[in-house]
């Protein structure tokens, strides 16, 4: 089976290109997408969480896969990798860019809680993660990934990723799939 995505949103060719300009290799890549994709439309009218625009082909993905009621928050430290997301994407009325630390953010947020969290930065995935799971909706879904051990490393991170998945194992309220693909990934869904 060749598992390559056919379907990609119309702006990741020009969100490709300026990344590349920018220097920019940090972005999901498009197997990861189309899970994104994916699982966001399984949310009609679906609050959708973002922790590290990049500039933003995973929003992309995101908003892609979302149907017009849904509305995506995605949350950037650096603001010019995002000036990159909302120079592209800052049309579509079904996003809010919010530009700081991640962690901050998860500490101030007191809005409603979410049906997909992507938690793709260190906020909400290796600190703050408890009150990213907060975060989930009953029923939602929070995904991680780059979980797969890759040479560039540094040597403590291993430890590091599997600390972060053995907790979310251990976590009564939701049950997680481990998935060895792409860049590896976990998805947690909350069940109660
Ligand atoms: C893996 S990239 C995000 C890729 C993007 N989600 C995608 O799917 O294409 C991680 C991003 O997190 C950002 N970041 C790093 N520390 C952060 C923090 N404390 N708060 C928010 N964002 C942070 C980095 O600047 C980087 O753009």
């Given at each position: 089976?060749?598992d390559?995505?056919?379907?990609l949103p ?34 009609p ?11 933003g ?5 995101l ?5 017009r009621a ?5 949350v ?5 990798v ?24 998860l ?19 290796f600190t703050?993660?408890d ?53 590896g990934?976990l ?6």
């Amino acid at each position: 089976m060749d598992d390559t995505p056919n379907r990609l949103p119309t702006a990741l060719p020009a969100l490709r290109s300026r990344a590349r300009e920018a220097g920019f290799t940090m972005s999901s890549e498009d197997r990861t997408g189309s899970l994104l994709a994916a699982l966001a439309a399984t949310r009609p009218g679906g609050r959708v969480l973002e922790l590290g625009t990049g500039v933003g082909e995973g929003a992309a993905w995101l908003l892609s896969g979302m149907d017009r009621a849904s509305r995506l928050t995605t949350v950037e430290l650096d603001p010019a990798v995002q000036a990159i997301a909302r120079e592209q994407l800052g049309a579509d009325p079904r996003v809010t860019f919010v530009c700081g630390d991640g962690g901050s953010w998860l500490e101030d947020f007191d809005g409603a809680p979410f049906d997909l969290v992507f938690a793709d930065t260190w906020p909400g995935k290796f600190t703050h993660l408890d009150r990213s799971l907060d975060l989930v909706a009953p029923g939602g879904t929070y995904l991680i990934d780059d979980l797969v051990p890759q040479p560039g490393w540094p040597e403590s991170h291993e430890a590091s990723v599997d600390g972060l998945l053995a907790g979310l194992d251990g976590r009564e309220d939701f049950r997680c799939v481990r998935l060895a693909w792409a860049s590896g990934l976990l998805m947690a869904v909350r069940t109660a």
